[in-house]
């Protein structure tokens, strides 16, 4: 087929994906390193036991004086083995490299001086860092292996949701810290944990925050020739059928940017003072006019 955009190579895989692959393993191996930054300057000088095979690691050095990197060894490559034999192989290759290198990370930057002593401060800016970089090692399709990994075997296993089986591990190695170390620094550990979790989701979503609107109106062809050439916004019309009466109406839906809010608002005023408008936050939107996915 003539100017196919695309080259092939051996084993049918094309460049961009070889290019998406390096950069994926690129993502993976930045992530790793600041999550193991942030884990040697915040949270091990300060107990933060947040959760995971890291906040296992440090409850182990407190109570033992072992290396947090060999904690982290000796549990995430057990627990890769069997991810590999119950789960299958699907996960292998970027799961093996997260649970290999995030420990060797963390032993290259050990000892590496904190910038306070404040446990609330290594919370806050600790669970950033480490956001920081799972997310990116999300985003690239990784994985640290860890907890996550027994999450997972759980989930498969006994049906337990996985989102509710990683939160009874990390609320598992809580309590641990709480019992071993002292309850205050439990509650430290839940708000790095917390400030993780945001960090994890602004890194995955993006900066750029987007509206979706659902339009009911009477003049829903008016409306829809000033979204489409007065907002340069394409949508999508929809077969609705109201409630009460059961008569057909069209369902206007429009992604926007936050800022075209207001501009959206004042057309369908304009052209139907009536009409009834739905808007709300939309976490991520892909495609032509908005984040177009790497």
């Known amino acids: 087929m003539k100017g196919s955009p695309t080259k092939r190579r051996k084993g049918g895989r094309t460049l961009s994906s070889r290019t998406q692959t390096v950069w994926s393993v690129v993502q993976l191996l930045i992530g790793s390193v600041i999550v193991a930054i942030s884990f040697n300057m915040f949270m091990v000088p300060n107990g933060i036991a947040s959760g995971g095979v890291s906040g296992i690691s440090i409850l182990v050095q407190r109570m033992a004086g072992i290396t947090p990197a060999i904690t982290q060894w000796a549990i995430n490559i057990p627990l890769f083995v069997a991810g590999l034999w119950l789960l299958g192989k699907r996960f292998a290759f970027k799961t093996a490299l997260g649970s290999i290198l995030l420990p060797l990370f963390v032993l290259l930057t050990d000892g590496w001086p904190s910038p306070t002593g404040n446990p609330l401060l290594a919370a806050i800016y600790g669970g950033i860092g480490v956001g920081l970089g799972l997310g990116l090692v999300f985003r690239g399709g990784g994985s640290t292996g860890g907890i996550d990994l027994a999450a997972q075997i759980l989930h498969r296993y006994t049906g337990l949701p996985l989102s509710l089986a990683i ?96 501009k959206l608002k004042q057309l369908v005023r304009a052209i139907d003072s009536g009409a009834f408008v739905i808007i709300s936050n939309t976490a991520e939107v892909l495609g032509q006019g908005f984040k177009l996915e790497s």
């Open 167 to 262: 939160v009874c591990f990390d609320g598992c190695v809580i309590a641990a810290a709480g019992l071993l170390l002292s309850p205050e620094i439990a509650l430290y550990a839940l708000i790095g944990l917390f400030v993780t979790s945001k960090t994890i989701d602004f890194v995955q979503s993006g900066l750029q925050l987007s509206k979706v609107a659902f339009i009911i109106s009477d003049q829903s062809e008016a409306v829809a020739e000033a979204i489409l050439h007065d907002l340069d916004r394409g949508l999508t019309r929809l077969d609705g059928h109201g409630g009460y009466t059961g008569a057909g109406r069209t369902v206007l839906m429009v992604v926007v940017g936050q800022n075209e809010v207001p």
